[in-house]
């Protein structure tokens, strides 16, 4: 850290937390707690604003206007923030807090980059965040911002892009930082933080954030992220590993152009159908893959891992009555289970129209999109060549650019396939002595807000985020503290936020940053 301008907080440390967080009335968490109380009108006026910033992944503009944003609530409590810029990139929003005598070093990864939004198919506009009564689906009704003196209903929503994935850790930390600040509490940790810009576009150049500002972030000694959902009982949890992801696209093709149904039906081939019918064909009636291989270079857990799957909630039955599901794939296996494998899901189909578009014709070409979901041990070029080769079991000829005409009088059934790119699982032990105290630490903060053992420790979550970067590339353990509501509608038109798991956030903050040392 030489040579850079380091602010240090230089308030009296308040002592260490014996026992029991909340126990005593000046811990860290409950001055946290108190200044929330206090200010609960504001720190929703403040998230409001940060939400109306617009901030679509691949829109540059966009994202380096809230960047300068967020690098501004940060030195604004007493964090030394800058944004580090690589060009044609989203910044790095890095700020740093440290703290004298401090034995280790937290690092803190969020992402202030959001997907891709069609105000069309939002309730509201999708940077205009807007204030419910209580979730759309509960029969909730849109209010007014509260006012300073109002009661604030910690079931209220806002509804807003990024509302759940992932401004709302942002919007968490700075009223903990600014509580800390201002009673003269020290973190017993020093702090690094790492906000990415591009995450919902792939983190492409995470890693060379990270090579060229490696002195930024060495000393760091485990990486929390602070991104994802709570679990599906509504319980906040603590997960150990994040599966991977890449995506394939695969067109079959008919004749050279669409053709009129009624003059040509039932003898030119019809692609939706021959399309349909291989896709049909990687899956069994149970949901399970059936591709040749698919499970074979999956990395067995250990015992903890086994251990922590059998102490999760079981909570299927719910969460289909949610869902209004009356099967599920791989069932009697549990979703906690079904997460440790790897999923390919069809995530579009496109050929010719369909409602007051549709028209008589046998589209020349059927499109399909797929999803796949990797867990420790796959590599995503051989999963890709798994599905290839697969296509090719069912007789047709693989192409990676749209087939001539001689190819086309050649083969009967053609199929081209691209994609194939895309990120690995990772996952930190859970007998990770960093890991074991974040738990802990956790495990106080969630037993204050939800009650006894509340907390659910997972090895894995379903979705995917950067980890590798930090846990192969850095060699540091990582692991993810989410606090969003699980039904964030995350990704999808009318994301939202419960207000309670915000203010569960700045609860679990606090504790996280003032976690004693003796723990480790």
């Known amino acids: 850290m030489t040579g850079r301008l380091i602010l240090t907080y230089v308030f009296m440390l308040l002592g260490l937390l014996v026992g029991h967080y909340g126990a005593d009335a000046q811990s860290p968490q409950a001055v946290a707690r108190i200044f929330r109380e206090n200010n609960e009108v504001a720190i929703l006026a403040d998230f409001k604003e940060f939400l109306s910033y617009p901030n679509r992944a691949r829109n540059l503009d966009d994202i380096e206007a809230v960047a300068s944003y967020i690098r501004g609530e940060l030195i604004q409590v007493g964090v030394n923030a800058e944004l580090l810029k690589i060009d044609g990139a989203p910044p790095i929003v890095y700020g740093e807090v440290i703290v004298p005598g401090a034995t280790r070093t937290l690092g803190i990864y969020v992402h202030y980059d959001g997907q891709a939004v ?13 204030l419910y009564t209580a979730s759309m689906d509960a029969g909730g009704e849109p209010r007014p911002f509260p006012s300073e003196g109002d009661p604030v209903d910690p079931e209220w929503r806002i509804y807003a892009r990024s509302a759940g994935d992932d ?9 903990v930082l600014e509580s800390f600040r201002d009673s003269g509490i020290l973190p017993t940790s020093n702090l690094v933080f790492f906000f990415d810009g591009e995450e919902e576009a792939g983190s492409r150049h995470l890693g060379e954030y990270m090579e060229r500002w490696n002195d930024r972030v060495k000393d760091v000694d485990i990486w929390l992220f602070f991104d994802g959902p709570a679990h599906a009982s509504g319980r906040p949890q603590v997960t150990f590993g994040v599966r991977g992801s890449m995506g394939l696209e695969v067109t079959v093709y008919g004749a050279t152009r669409n053709l009129h149904s009624g003059h040509y039906g039932n003898w030119a081939p019809d692609t939706g159908n021959i399309l349909a019918r291989l896709l049909a064909s990687m899956k069994d009636d149970d949901g399970q893959v059936v591709i040749d291989g698919w499970y074979d270079t999956v990395e067995p857990i250990g015992e903890e891992e086994l251990s922590a799957l059998r102490g999760m909630p079981d909570w299927d039955g719910q969460l289909r009555e949610e869902l209004g599901l009356v099967w599920t794939e791989g069932q009697p296996e549990k979703l906690p289970e079904r ?6 899901n069809v995530r579009g189909i496109t050929s010719g129209n369909t409602g007051a578009l549709a028209r008589n014709v046998i589209p020349n070409t059927a499109v399909a999109s797929l999803g796949i979901r990797l867990v420790k041990g796959n590599e995503p070029g051989h999963m890709k060549n798994l599905v290839v080769s697969h296509i090719e079991k069912m007789g047709f000829h693989v192409v990676t650019e749209d087939p001539d005409m001689s ?7 053609i199929a081209k396939v691209t994609g194939g790119g ?5 996952r930190t032990s859970m007998t990770n002595p960093f890991g074991q105290s974040v738990v802990a630490a956790a495990r106080i903060a969630a037993e204050q807000a939800f009650g006894e053992d509340a907390l659910v420790v997972a090895p894995g979550m379903g979705g995917t985020l950067p980890l590798r970067v930090f846990t192969e590339v850095a060699g540091k353990p990582a692991i993810i503290v989410p606090v969003a509501n699980h039904d964030n509608n995350q990704h999808a038109p009318d994301e939202n936020l419960r207000i309670a798991n915000l203010w569960y956030a700045i609860d679990l903050y606090a504790s996280l940053l003032a976690m004693p040392s003796t723990l480790f």
């Open 339 to 344: 997460l440790m494998v790897p999923a390919l």
């Open 118 to 130: 069609d105000p069309n198919n939002w309730t509201h506009p999708p940077f205009e965040p807007t």
């Open 422 to 426: 895309g990120s690995t699982a990772s």
């Open 167 to 175: 401004k709302a850790p942002i919007a968490a930390l700075i009223p």
């Open 407 to 413: 190819l086309r009088l050649k083969y009967p059934r």
